[in-house]
């Protein structure tokens, strides 16, 4: 159970299902690993609560596109908090079956693609988002094709976030804003736009 800092507000409903959504996870993160097994007793702070700061970005949008979805985080979260319709891209099978399970119990407006990032075949989105996943260079590289022109890509970031901008930029031009974590002292989120290669 979260108690939420006054910047994020969720109706009792979407904490029903937030609570639906973890209840999932923990019971089967001991069969396929969605969260390392300490992080599951701070499962609501450490992971819900990262993700549900992306929730602000996202809403109101037609649709976004999460790159590497794992245990949900942010994606499943996302599309809770927002009712906003995702496309979660998750390579490792038995991960993606977790995805669609979670959807499925938490009524998330989700579809969820088994392959590999780089392999998808997906029109852009107006919105993409990642979290714990790669360095912002690799990031870049698979979010490119994904994201529609006027688009916004979202990355949780920690405290690499400013020497990973700095490799970036020498391969892409992009406009950054950098929004501060209320979850991590030392991360931010990433708000990248207009992005194109070097």
């Known amino acids: 159970m979260l108690n939420l800092p006054e910047s994020v ?23 396929i690993n969605l969260v390392s097994s300490r992080d599951i007793a ?14 602000p970005f996202v809403a109101g949008q037609e649709r976004f596109i999460d790159m590497g979805s794992g245990g949900g985080f942010p994606g499943v979260i996302v599309a809770i908090a927002t009712g906003v319709p995702g496309t979660l891209i998750e390579s490792d099978q038995r991960k993606a079956a977790f995805l669609r399970e979670a ?19 997906i029109a852009p989105a107006p919105v993409v988002t990642a979290r714990a996943l790669a360095s912002l260079s690799k990031l870049l590289e698979w979010t490119a094709p994904l994201l529609a022109k006027q688009g916004k890509a979202f990355f949780l970031k920690g405290q690499q976030a400013d020497e990973e901008l700095t490799e970036a930029r020498r391969n892409w031009h992009m406009n950054v804003r950098i929004h501060r974590s209320i979850t991590s ?8 736009s207009n992005l194109e290669r070097v």
């Open 185 to 192: 002292h030392d991360g931010v989120i990433l708000e990248v």
């Open 103 to 121: 959807a499925r119990a938490t009524k998330a407006p989700l579809t969820v693609l088994a392959e590999r990032i780089e392999q998808v075949d």
């Open 9 to 31: 507000h969720v109706s009792r409903e979407t904490q029903e299902r937030l609570e639906a959504f973890v209840a999932l996870l923990e019971k089967w993160n001991p069969r």
């Open 42 to 55: 701070s499962v609501w702070e450490r992971h819900v609560l990262d993700s549900l700061q992306l929730a």
